[in-house]
């Protein structure tokens, strides 16, 4: 059975798409495409078909990370399609709890910040959109640490 893993922020264009594209890298590297379906989505739908913010493609690219989402608005049937729903954030976390159909979805949705293991000061992914090139080189950093972290555990409980 495959892990199904979606990554989940508001606009779906800088933090969860950038998530997306880091586990999907990391995924890849250990041969392991064919066990995993991964996807990204926002809570707010106003970005839909947009391709990632530029500023987020740019800096992900340094880091040798290829972006080809295109940002669309999470939906009630992604709590049967995914087995990990992935909140950056708790105002994220919050409406997917209100989005679930029922205790069992509810019960599918974590918050990201339960796998950062070098950054103890960040309890959330910070929103990038209104920051400088620092606040996107931040959320990247914490997503690497992030989705290293994820996989392992999800390699483990295979
Ligand atoms: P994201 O960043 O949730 O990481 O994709 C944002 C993108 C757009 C907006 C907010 C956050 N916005 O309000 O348009």
């Known amino acids: 059975m495959k892990q199904r ?3 989940v922020c508001l606009g779906n264009i800088c933090r969860s798409p ?4 880091i586990f ?3 995924v890849e590297r250990e041969g392991l495409g064919e066990a995993f379906v ?3 989505a926002g809570t707010y739908g106003g970005h839909s078909g947009e391709r990632s913010d530029a500023r987020m493609r740019s800096a992900a690219a340094n880091r040798g990370i290829p972006m080809t989402h295109r940002a669309r608005q999470v939906r009630e049937e992604d709590f ?3 087995d990990y729903i992935l909140a950056m954030d708790d105002n994220n976390y919050e ?3 209100r989005l679930a159909p029922s205790r069992a979805a509810q019960q599918k949705i974590y918050r990201f910040r339960e796998f950062l293991v070098n950054h103890p000061d960040w309890s959330y992914i910070p929103d990038p959109y209104y920051e400088g090139r620092e606040g996107f080189e931040l959320v990247l950093d914490l997503l690497e640490d992030g989705c290293r972290v994820l996989l392992d555990r999800l390699r483990s409980e295979k």
């Open 18 to 21: 950038a998530a997306e594209a």
């Open 5 to 7: 893993v979606l990554f």
């Open 95 to 97: 409406a997917l709890f």
């Open 80 to 82: 049967e399609a995914f």
């Open 38 to 40: 991964i996807d990204s």
């Open 24 to 26: 999907r890298m990391y």
